[in-house]
């Protein structure tokens, strides 16, 4: 079982920063796959972005440039660097952790953090 603890959500102005963190505590086996993912009202929850632990990342394309994932392997921790935020960004946002460990995939969620831009 993995928990995960999110924070750094809040209220900002379009074209401010924020930082996002996710701790997760439990069973962690050395390889996984960490990310973020939003949600908007009335929307379907979409990725934003993965990092595996051996330092890959992916981005959703209306992210790239704006947002960095990053993640400390010794703390089983991910941040995600939001910068020049969009009122489109906001959404809650959701810490995942992804394993496959003996064929078996798990996939575990945070409880997510809300994100509000204005304009």
């Known amino acids: 079982q993995v928990r995960l603890a999110e924070s750094g959500g809040g209220l900002v102005q379009a074209g401010g920063s924020l930082r996002l963190s996710c701790a997760a505590s439990?069973?962690?086996?050395?390889?996984?796959?960490m990310g973020w993912y939003r949600q908007a009202p009335g929307k379907q929850r979409e990725l934003v972005a993965t990092?595996?632990?051996?330092?890959?990342?992916n981005y959703a394309d209306s992210v790239k440039g704006r947002f960095t994932i990053s993640r400390d392997n010794a703390k089983n921790t991910v941040y995600l660097q939001m910068n020049s935020l969009k009122p489109e960004d906001t959404a809650v946002y959701y810490c995942?952790?992804?394993?496959?460990?003996?064929?078996?995939?798990?996939?575990?969620w945070g409880q997510g953090t809300q994100v509000t831009v204005s304009s």
């Open positions: 995942n952790h992804y394993r496959k460990v003996f064929g078996r995939e798990s996939s575990y």
């Open positions: 439990g069973i962690i086996f050395s390889t996984n796959t």
């Open positions: 990092a595996t632990s051996g330092g890959s990342t």
